[in-house]
T-cell receptor, first 111, second 114 residues
Framework: SQTIHQWPATLVQPVGSPLSLECTVE??????LYWYRQAAGRGLQLLFY??????ISSEVPQNLSASRPQDRQFILSSKKLLLSDSGFYLC??????????FGPGTRLTVT | AQSVTQLGSHVSVSEGALVLLRCNYS??????LFWYVQYPNQGLQLLLK??????LVKGINGFEAEFKKSETSFHLTKPSAHMSDAAEYFC????????????FGKGTKLTVNP
């Protein structure tokens, strides 16, 4: 069966510090991968998605970047965090159009 | 462009009462439709999906949803609410044969009162 992992589960970082969140999927090959952010009261915002290694589509211009160095690994990064980067970050995967499966999330607090 | 509207950001029901969460979508092509549930500080879990087969779709935990093309709706129901149903529910749409992306509604937070 397929599983998706995200780490860390929680993170508190000062403004201006770098960020690296990691997502890995097991039990499937060549998945589509997604990064979402949930800010309080603002629903789900798609940040990036990837249909293959090295292929990243950015949905919203912002302070973040994403990379996919391996088939089942998706990394969300920032060089300098802003207060507005606080939120709950969710990784998801799919192999069928539309149907996505989500990881447990990372709660990021920027202080 | 596709869009999803969830009517009511908060819904409150009594334990044992009917749960009805509303979702209307806009899509220029036949859609796939989904309902997800999110418990506090957890990821989203797929409840059920419509992919152009039966219009009445049954999901996990006793939930079901009916696709009504004429009303562009995909409302989620459960005959009898349980305390464990308290969570946030998201409706989502994607294009059949189209984008790999989902468009989500803003979510409805369900409270179940004893």
């Amino acid at each position: 069966s397929q599983t998706i992992h995200q780490w860390p589960a929680t993170l508190v970082q000062p403004v201006g510090s770098p960020l690296s969140l990691e997502c890995t999927v097991e039990g499937t090959s060549n998945p589509n991968l997604y990064w979402y952010r949930q800010a309080a009261g603002r629903g789900l915002q798609l940040l990036f998605y990837s249909v293959g290694i090295g292929q990243i589509s950015s949905e919203v211009p912002q302070n973040l970047s994403a990379s996919r160095p391996q088939d089942r690994q998706f990394i969300l990064s920032s060089k300098k965090l802003l207060l507005s980067d606080s939120g709950f970050y969710l990784c998801a995967w799919s192999v069928l159009r539309g149907e996505q499966y989500f990881g447990p999330g990372t709660r990021l607090t920027v202080t | 462009a596709q869009s999803v509207t969830q009517l009511g950001s908060h819904v409150s029901v009594s334990e044992g009462a009917l749960v009805l969460l509303r979702c209307n979508y806009s899509s220029s092509v036949p859609p796939y439709l989904f309902w997800y549930v999110q418990y506090p500080n957890q990821g989203l879990q797929l409840l059920l999906k419509y992919t152009s087969a039966a219009t009445l779709v049954k999901g996990i935990n006793g939930f079901e949803a009916e696709f009504k093309k004429s009303e562009t709706s995909f409302h989620l129901t459960k005959p009898s609410a349980h305390m464990s149903d308290a969570a946030e529910y998201f409706c989502a749409v994607s294009e059949q044969g189209g984008s790999e992306k989902l468009v989500f509604g803003k979510g409805t937070k369900l409270t179940v009162n004893p």
